[in-house]
């Protein structure tokens, strides 16, 4: 069964047998310095030529092997391209395109790790048949999620309900059942739970790390992205232009979301002459995450301007330059 401790676990080398050869092997990974983090990059970054249809999801193995990435996260939103109307990226496409994907991902020595699963749904929705929705909604990624071989879905948690005296308990209680409920759907799957700081009450750091705290079950825990600590939008899929935006600190986000993270998104927009990311305090990022104990991936979401790819790369050169500062023992 896949679990979050099992997840942050995936770097250690495991047990070896005593052929010398092995233990040739083992005595020269003793010095070589243990990565404190891996890298992989979200199918999101590319999601404007994915609609556009002039890219296909199955190049992106291709593009993370060129890239030395050995990992990717899909987004279920970028699997269609948009030519037939928009509602098409809440539809999953037929079993054969996953079957297709895989074999790609196969070829390229690249490995499918997540699948996020997004849409205008309310998983905490205070509405028993509102929150079926999303309930099928997600569903309907399980079984594609397992035939790329990934070993999270992740959800996004939206609350619907009206912000009276009270409604943070009320919202975390809708929450609960709806994670509840999906969990025991996908029991027996070997997929694990997470769900993101993504928009409205799911931003706040302190309630979600409270409510992965209350329904402590080892196969839900948390994406983490570096960036989504806006908490006055309850669903980014139907925005209130008039609204001043209202943001958390981000770092001590970070700090009390770390402890149950079992994936990092690193969302990533622009970058100084030095190859840094100059709207976030990157080295302070990896420090935190380093020192809540966490060791899985940290996953490139680049959404500034520019050719996509271009972004990924300078994304991915920025995190592997702090990977080696921080494996020499550096600080931030």
Request: glycine fraction near 8%; include cysteine; charge should be negative.
């Amino acid at each position: 069964m896949i679990t979050r401790r099992g997840i942050n676990r995936a770097l250690g080398l495991g047990a070896l047998s005593a052929s010398p050869v092995l233990s040739a092997l083992a005595s020269r990974s003793e010095q070589a310095p243990v990565l404190p983090y891996d890298i992989a990059f979200s199918s999101w970054c590319f999601h404007m030529p994915l609609w556009r249809g002039e890219l296909k999801a199955q190049s992106l193995p291709g593009i993370a092997r060129d890239l030395g990435v050995n990992a990717l996260e899909w987004t279920s939103k970028t699997f269609r391209d948009l030519k037939g109307g928009r509602e098409l990226m809440f539809q999953a496409p037929a079993g054969s395109f996953f079957e297709d994907l895989r074999r790609a991902t196969v070829d390229a020595d690249v490995q499918s790790k997540v699948l996020n699963v997004g849409g205008p749904f309310f998983l905490a929705s205070a509405d028993a048949s509102v929150q079926q929705k999303a309930l099928d909604f997600i569903m309907q990624y399980v079984e594609p999620a397992k035939t790329l071989g990934c070993d999270i879905v992740r959800a996004e948690l939206y609350y619907d309900g009206e912000r009276r005296q009270g409604w943070e308990r009320h919202a975390a209680e809708r929450a609960a059942e709806g994670i509840q409920r999906l969990l025991e759907a996908t029991r027996g799957s070997g997929l694990a739970i997470n769900v993101e700081n993504h928009h409205g009450i799911s931003s706040h750091p302190e309630w979600l790390a409270g409510l992965v705290r209350d329904i402590d079950n080892p196969r839900f825990g948390l994406t983490v992205d570096t960036n989504n600590f806006r908490v006055d939008q309850d669903n980014p899929y139907d925005q209130d232009l008039s609204s001043l935006p209202d943001y958390v600190d981000r770092y001590r986000g970070l700090e009390a979301l770390m402890p149950y993270a079992s994936w990092v998104s690193a969302k990533c927009y622009a970058f100084d002459s030095t190859g840094h990311e100059f709207s976030m305090d990157y080295p302070r990022i990896v420090d935190i995450v380093l020192a809540s104990g966490y060791r899985g991936y940290i996953s490139v979401e680049y959404e500034g301007d520019g050719a996509p790819l271009d972004g990924v790369r300078q994304s991915v050169d920025m995190l592997r330059s702090l990977r080696s500062h921080f494996t020499a023992g550096g600080q931030a």
